[in-house]
T-cell receptor, first 111, second 114 residues
Framework: AQSVTQPDIHITVSEGASLELRCNYSYGATPYLFWYVQSPGQGLQLLLKYFSGDTLVQGIKGFEAEFKRSQSSFNLRKPSVHWSDAAEYFCAVGVAGKLVFGAGTILRVKS | DTAVSQTPKYLVTQMGNDKSIKCEQN?????MYWYKQDSKKFLKIMFSYNNKELIINETVPNRFSPKSPDKAHLNLHINSLELGDSAVYFC?????????????FGPGTRLLVL
């Protein structure tokens, strides 16, 4: 069955430091991969997506993600974190017309 | 302009009641979805409709009944509410599910069953 694993429940980084959020997926075919962000009490906003082509994709708010087929991973990165990035981040794989989500990673930013 | 809107934003009700949540999208999309986010923040699809036709129906109790009067609206009616129905319900829409296009989410409806 298709699944998405986000190994880190919480991550804390200092403002200005770099960030990497991990995501591993299990899916037999070429995956459609997404990262969404959810701020407290808010809905989900799409950060970026991978469908095909260049394995390094750029998103909004300075985020990028790299698709690595050999590792079944789609990790999210940002070179310099801002306090406003504190939120919960969800990785998802598109399967048969629906999104299968990971459990989410809560990002805390300390000043 | 809000792309995907939901009403109400908050809903507090007693066990056993019947309630509805409404969703509207103004993106011109053909497909709409309902997702449930439980207390542990885990998100899971419940239903999807394409052009008013049900195409995904996950293992959801039949107390939950989606209704799509037109392709811009997808409402969720819940009968005989239970404590375990407390969650955040998100509506989403996309253009073509077959192509796994991006799903755009509404702000969520926070349901608390007492």
């Amino acid at each position: 069955a298709q699944s998405v694993t986000q190994p880190d429940i919480h991550i804390t980084v200092s403002e200005g430091a770099s960030l990497e959020l991990r995501c591993n997926y299990s899916y037999g075919a070429t995956p459609y991969l997404f990262w969404y962000v959810q701020s407290p009490g808010q809905g989900l906003q799409l950060l970026l997506k991978y469908f095909s082509g260049d394995t390094l994709v750029q998103g909004i708010k300075g985020f990028e993600a790299e698709f690595k087929r050999s590792q079944s991973s789609f990790n999210l990165r940002k070179p310099s974190v801002h306090w406003s990035d504190a939120a919960e981040y969800f990785c998802a794989v598109g399967v048969a017309g629906k999104l299968v989500f990971g459990a989410g990673t809560i990002l805390r930013v300390k000043s | 302009d809000t792309a995907v809107s939901q009403t109400p934003k908050y809903l507090v009700t007693q066990m056993g009641n019947d309630k509805s949540i409404k969703c509207e999208q103004n993106l011109g999309h053909d497909t709409m979805y309902w997702y449930k986010q439980d207390s542990k923040k885990f998100l899971k699809i419940m239903f999807s409709y394409n052009n008013k036709e049900l195409i995904i129906n996950e293992t959801v109790p039949n107390r939950f009944s989606p209704k799509s009067p037109d392709k811009a609206h997808l409402n969720l009616h819940i009968n005989s509410l239970e404590l375990g129905d407390s969650a955040v319900y998100f509506c989403a829409s996309s253009q073509d599910p077959g192509k796994q296009e991006t799903q755009y989410f509404g702000p969520g409806t926070r349901l608390l069953v007492l």
